[in-house]
């Protein structure tokens, strides 16, 4: 069974950084990527990548947000800066399996940007 754990959510002033990280297991994922879900909002695409590191991003976060993935340690990251407090959200880590094309989500990691 797939599954996906994220850490490195927390508080963080505006302006600041903040890392996420993802680790994967129990599949090989093609497509990984991030989604956020602020109070009272739906839940939005972050950034996706590829296995060959091909990205995509949401406009909000075009130049702020970085995301990378490790194949081999089937992890994807999610490095945030310039923080705003409109990126203040629950964050969840997304992947597809490879050859089933299930869609796998983690619990979700609180980021809390104060102004």
């Known amino acids: 069974q797939a599954q996906l754990v994220e850490s490195g959510g927390g508080l963080v002033q505006a302006g600041g950084s903040l890392r996420l990280s993802c680790a994967a297991s129990?599949?090989?994922?093609?497509?990984m990527g991030w989604y956020r879900q602020a109070p009272g909002n739906q839940r939005e695409l972050v950034a996706t990548?590829?296995?060959?590191?091909?990205?995509n991003y949401a406009d909000s976060v075009k130049g702020r947000f970085t995301i990378s993935r490790d194949n081999a340690k089937n992890t994807v990251y999610l490095q945030m800066n310039s923080l705003k407090s409109e990126d203040t959200a629950v964050y969840y880590c997304?992947?597809?399996?490879?050859?089933?094309?299930?869609?796998?989500w983690g619990k979700g990691t609180l980021v809390t940007v104060s102004s």
């Open positions: 997304n992947a597809n399996r490879r050859y089933s094309g299930m869609t796998d």
């Open positions: 129990g599949s090989i994922f093609s497509i």
């Open positions: 990548i590829t296995r060959d590191g091909s990205t």
